[in-house]
């Protein structure tokens, strides 16, 4: 490899978009280490594209834009349903922020994307272990994951790349995360469990036709029990098919892979519709993964090296900005490295430019999911200066433009 190869870690959303943009805005053909033996993605997943990340898109790529348009399904109402009340509300963002509300597949979206990046540029069954930052160049030591076949032959699955700079986009269980971190801020490495698991599968639309209820098309649906503990939620995708999600609390995240379909219906027993969709899934579609997030972190860049996505802010869905917040910063980075051939500067520009917005949705998203599990009382609900001031954060997340924006 040529010592001026730019690689990026991860070929997930994150790394995949930020391939695109800097192919797109600097000219640049990044390399990309995945660790999969395969370019395919969480087939149960649904991405909530929100104004911002939209935007960020649409900068990035404006054919990519429109095939996701084109694709995804714009949601027109969002409703929420706790106990006997209910509220059904317009998605009215395309108005109010340039940018409609787009629910599509996790699969669907990352196809898009690696159909722009080509398969010379993707070094598959390679996972980054450890990066070494010299003065102008990095050293990128990877671990090859062999097939059983492969591995009979005791090959050496240690490979080394050179390359200007490493770019971090391997998720909210980075092991490169520690690298930007001083000694004594190593305690932010590992990203903590939440106390909750989110179940979720993807029905087809013909698997619909068993349950006894409709479920309304171009809609997202929110749940709650009345403690408050569990939250649910059905949204219409692309083709007919519907997304559905429960999230519980679960002391001990090592036993979240030993719930079964049969707990997960008797724990949707707050909602018939939820149970139902449930009921009607395949045992072997339905995950059931550990809510995580990050603390902030002080830091996303050091040297030659930085972070981005969940790598550098993973959230919670709450507030369904994880991904919305990568298309952002692969916007931001491909706008920084445009007139800058120091690519240490460049990425202490896309820290500076970053950090404390994500650091502000990091909490603000982390408090939402907090007080999604809390009963209404009166006095909250009523409140119009804490409405005035979530309205105030809205405006914040979802008018940012990429390019004018702190």
Known sequence: MKPEDLWISGGGLAGLATCIALQNKCGIQANILEAKSQLQGDTGTLIALWPNGLRALQAIDSSLYQDILQTGCKIQYITSIRGTEESRIPAEYESKYGQPFICIRWSTLHSLLAKRV??????????????????????????????????????????????????????????????????????????????????RAVLESDELKCLSISLPQNESIFFFSSDGKKVGSLSSLEQGQFYWAL????????????????????????????????????????????????????????????????????????????????????????????????????????????????????????????????????????????????????????????????
């Open 118 to 199: 080509s398969r010379s540029q993707i070094y598959l069954q390679h996972a980054t272990t450890e990066v070494h930052d010299k003065e102008d160049h990095v050293i990128i030591e990877t671990q090859r994951t062999l097939s059983a076949k492969d591995a009979c032959r005791n090959e050496d699955t240690k490979e080394a790349f050179v390359g200007r700079a490493l770019i971090v986009a391997d998720g909210v269980r980075s092991l490169l995360r520690k690298y930007v971190l001083n000694e004594n801020e190593k305690q932010l490495i590992d990203p903590i469990y939440t106390g909750r698991v989110i179940a």
């Open 247 to 406: 999230t519980l609390p679960v002391p001990n995240m090592d036993s979240c892979h030993d719930i079964q379909k049969q707990h997960l219906q008797q724990e949707s027993e707050f909602s018939t519709p939820l149970m139902q969709v449930i009921a009607a899934t395949p045992t072997e579609r339905i995950q059931v993964r550990p809510l995580l997030e990050m603390q902030p972190l002080p830091r996303y860049a050091k040297g030659n090296v930085v972070l981005l996505g969940d790598a550098a802010h993973a959230v919670i869905p709450s507030l369904g900005q994880g991904a919305n917040l990568a298309f952002e910063d692969a916007l931001v980075l491909s706008c920084c490295m445009k007139n800058e051939d120091n690519l240490a500067k460049a990425f202490s520009s896309f820290e500076q430019k970053r950090l404390h917005r994500c650091q502000v949705i990091q909490e603000e998203s982390s408090k939402a999911g907090k007080r999604a599990r809390e009963l209404k009382t009166n006095n909250s609900s009523s409140n119009p200066q804490v409405f005035e001031s979530y309205e105030k954060f809205l405006e914040y997340m979802l008018e940012f433009d990429g390019i004018s924006f702190p």
